[in-house]
Each structure stands twice: as structure tokens, then as C-alpha cells.
């Protein structure tokens, strides 16, 4: 056995691998080997797992209150500032006397009226 052994190590240091790990001594086994006969599921069919959204929150280095109170901010802004009529629309809902009361009139047009200075 020791003719092997330095025949093979003589092959090893023939053969110019940058990495010397690579050429290993192959093991012989007594035992038959054992295959898969079952067919592994396609890729595409294999569900990859999704990140949570506190993950996705985790990289991004925010949390749910931040997303919160800008999704809050924005919306406050954008009804303030009577986006695309948005307010308008959303007064007309509300019942006339509730508006009038409020005064909110005076500022934001209701339908086809057009209080507002």
C-alpha cells in the first residue's frame, strides 16, 4: 500500500492545481452506494422563503411607527392641501348642515358650491 500512497502523492504534485486541497486521495468504500431514486421537484416549483416585513423594516433601519406617522403626515397634508379635489369629494358625504356648522366650507369648495375665498 505504501507504492499507492507515494504513486498517488506523485500524481498530485504532477498535476498544477492552484489550490494543492483539491487533489485528494480517493476513498474506497465497501459499501454499495445508495441513489436517490426520487425525482428532486423542479426549481421554479420550489418556494423560496419571503421576508417578514419586521425583516424588511430591519434593513431599511425603521419600524412600524415611522411608517405610521408619515403615511399619517402625508395623508393629513395631501387632504389639507385639497389634492386632486380629494377634500371636496369627501365633504360632499358629509351632511350640509354638519359642514357649515364647521365652518370648513369657507375654506374647501362642497360639489358645485363655491364659498371658499
Known amino acids: ?3 499507492d500512497d507515494d504513486d498517488f502523492a506523485a500524481f ?3 498535476l498544477s492545481y492552484p489550490n494543492p486541497s483539491i487533489a ?3 476513498v474506497a468504500t465497501d459499501t454499495p ?3 436517490n431514486t426520487k425525482t ?3 426549481t421554479q416549483q420550489r418556494q423560496q422563503q419571503q421576508p417578514t ?3 424588511i423594516m430591519a434593513a431599511m433601519g425603521t419600524n412600524p411607527r415611522r ?4 403615511t399619517a403626515s402625508a395623508t393629513g397634508i395631501a387632504l389639507a392641501g385639497n389634492f386632486l379635489g380629494v377634500t371636496s369629494k369627501l365633504l ?11 365652518g370648513v366650507d369657507t375654506y374647501f369648495p362642497r360639489g358645485t358650491d363655491a364659498k371658499c375665498q
Not at 411608517?67 to 408619515?70: D, E, K, S
Not at 360632499?92 to 364647521?102: F, K
Open 1 to 3: 500500500m505504501d507504492d
Open 12 to 14: 498530485a504534485d504532477s
Open 24 to 26: 485528494t486521495k480517493p
Open 33 to 35: 452506494t445508495i441513489t
Open 40 to 42: 428532486s421537484p423542479p
Open 53 to 55: 416585513a419586521q425583516q
Open 67 to 70: 411608517i405610521l406617522l408619515g
Open 92 to 102: 360632499t358625504l358629509v351632511p350640509e348642515s354638519a359642514v357649515e356648522a364647521t
